[in-house]
């Protein structure tokens, strides 16, 4: 059985060692210039290439054509040392020296230097004179158009992240231009990339009425598909505050943290939450996946137990996370070129790392790590699709462009699944245990006799806390009603032997409903233990006095020995108490006041038998509250006191 172990595990490291090989090897091939292109280190500054003069020949915009993918029209030239101008260009298009794109691709991969496209469109259509050119890649960081026409007319516009979002002529995630062809003419264009992240050039030609329908069908897409992550995301929010279970909180942080390359790499980020500020929209995407990376490597880590099932396994993602952790710090320096490429293959080593510790987890019988293995490999499936579309290694279509939303979504659903699942079997692991020990403890009731008594002892302690817990109010600690009622009827029987006279004072909050409509009951509860803590200040100097909260917004407080002048005097001074500084609940400052109702009674002149005078009192104190509140409240008045 040792001897089989070792030998899986060995074929598992050489399978990863390949697979890693493998990845590098591919990746690498991506900075090699495309087949005909001259290298860095050649000796030309461009090569020129002949190439069929049909290539020159404009396409025609017939009436009826709304939507046109320019690649099978356009021509590309590399200008390794980015020194050639646009009349250059213009004569190297004429010349012959542009050639077709290769197989149709429009990704090229991370490249050095400038790309120019060339293109000759004649306008056909009456119907339409005004149309938009849009490069359908949102990390391009310079993008100009330079237009001629057959008269000799010229233009040019600027476009790109390098410059603020404003600067665009529509406000719209991909670089765009509008484009004037009247009706009859040629126009001849000449589009000039030059950017740090990967080398895609997608040009489409859109009539404005195509343009806003693609955009508001590709603005309903990502909706839907962020608000699945949404949704996702508040769920398991919702789960982790209840469960308080690490491993929700760093799904949660891996749904945000992924989110947020997405909406980097969507060009979402640059529209809508750094408009202006070209450096975020550069370091946002090595930096975001590097985010994405640590949580997706946590979640693993705390998903799977490696620290207690692969501790060998466990080190190597701690590794992986200081590294992504470096890269993260390190790319707020590094040139774009730099840190992107690395944080792209990143992605693929970390997925493909937690594909193969699920793989081992899962040998060795954990459960839970199946559906894990299922999700991870639908995320691995998408953000191939992601990194070889940015180094060129495959055209882009349908599925490359869209495979890291539909894998991310189907990993995020069945990672959601999962972690439904773990808990299921953890709870169902805790049941077993907690039945064993049941039995377990039923067979041992003899030998255990002392630990049982020890354990009644605790409980009647715990039950005497529980018995003065009830006494209090929940919220302010105070005396609840059922304990006033007591002590006040203790205090009244007392104050009738000694011939003492009882003084009751019933405490309302001003306009409470206000404050909890307009700040929020939390706010609310703040007032309500805030004022607490004033009247008990106030009442520290009578030291007989009795607090509770009577209900609501209502105290009630007895004081024995005190006649009438007395208790208003101490209504008073509670009540200043209140309104000299306000209540202070989070950034809300609230000015909280209260009406007062006083009664005074000399118990020795009750009879032997008084059934109802507490409640009388009481009465009576809350008499003299409605007349506070009737006088215009923040106010002391007694039952003697006339409205």
Known sequence: MAVRSIGRFATVRFVAMIALL????????????????PT?????????????????????????????????????????????????????????RFKPLPGGKTAFGFQKGAFWFHVALRNDNPDETRWVLVQDYALSDKVDVYGRYADGREFSQRGGDSLPFSARSIPYRDPNFRIDIPY???????????????????????????????????????????????????YNLVLWLSLRDSSYFWYLFHISAFGLVLFTLNGFGFEYLWPNSTWLADKSVPLSICLALIGMQQFARTFLELPQRL???????????????????????????VSTPIASRAVLIGVLWIVIATFIVMRRGYAPARLFLLAWGMFLFGTSMFTV??????????????????????????????????????????????????????????QRTQEVRSALIQLEDAHRR????????????????????????????????????????????????????????????????????????????????LLARFGGEEFVVALPGYDLPQAIAAAEQLRQKLVEEPCRSGDHV??????????????SRLPDHHDGDASAMLAAADHALYNAKACGRDCVRTSLTAV
């Open 22 to 37: 493998l990845l590098g090897a591919a990746t690498a091939h991506a900075y090699d210039a495309p087949a005909g292109e």
């Open 40 to 96: 860095a280190g050649g000796s030309a500054t461009f090569e020129s290439v002949a190439h069929d003069a049909a290539a020159l020949e404009p396409l025609v915009l017939s009436p009826g054509m709304h939507r046109i993918s320019l690649t099978a029209h356009t021509a590309y030239r590399h200008d390794i040392t980015s020194t050639d101008s646009a009349e250059n260009a213009f004569a190297h298009a004429r010349a012959g």
């Open 184 to 234: 009859g003419e040629t126009v001849e264009l000449l589009v000039r990339v030059e950017s740090q992240s990967s080398m895609q050039v997608p040009l489409e030609l859109y009539t404005p009425f195509a343009f806003t329908s693609m955009s508001r069908d590709t603005q309903f897409v990502m909706g839907l598909y962020y608000g699945i992550l949404l949704a996702l995301f508040t």
């Open 311 to 337: 501790p060998w396994g466990n080190r190597i993602s701690l590794t992986l996370i200081a590294f992504f952790v470096l890269l993260g710090i390190a790319s707020f320096w590094l040139p774009y070129r």
């Open 389 to 446: 579309l940015a180094f060129g290694i495959v055209p882009k279509n349908f599925m490359t462009e869209y495979g890291v939303q539909i894998g991310s979504a189907l990993e995020m659903l069945l990672l959601s699944i999962a972690l439904g699942y773990r808990y299921a079997s953890l709870r169902n692991e805790n049941e077993r245990i907690v039945n064993e020990a049941n039995l377990q403890l039923e067979r041992k009731v003899a």
């Open 466 to 545: 529980l018995r003065d817990s009830s006494r209090r109010d929940g919220l302010t600690g105070l005396y609840n009603r059922t304990h006033f009622h007591d002590a006040f009827d203790r205090a009244l029987e007392q104050g009738r032997e000694e011939g003492k006279p009882l003084s009751v004072m019933m405490i309302d909050l001003d306009h409470f409903k206000q404050i909890n409509d307009r700040y929020g009951h939390l706010a609310g509860d703040d007032c309500l233990r805030w004022a607490a803590q004033k009247i008990g200040q106030s009442l520290r100097a009578h030291e007989s006095a």
């Open 590 to 603: 609230i000015r909280v006041s209260a009406s007062i109702g006083v009664h005074t009674v000399d118990p």
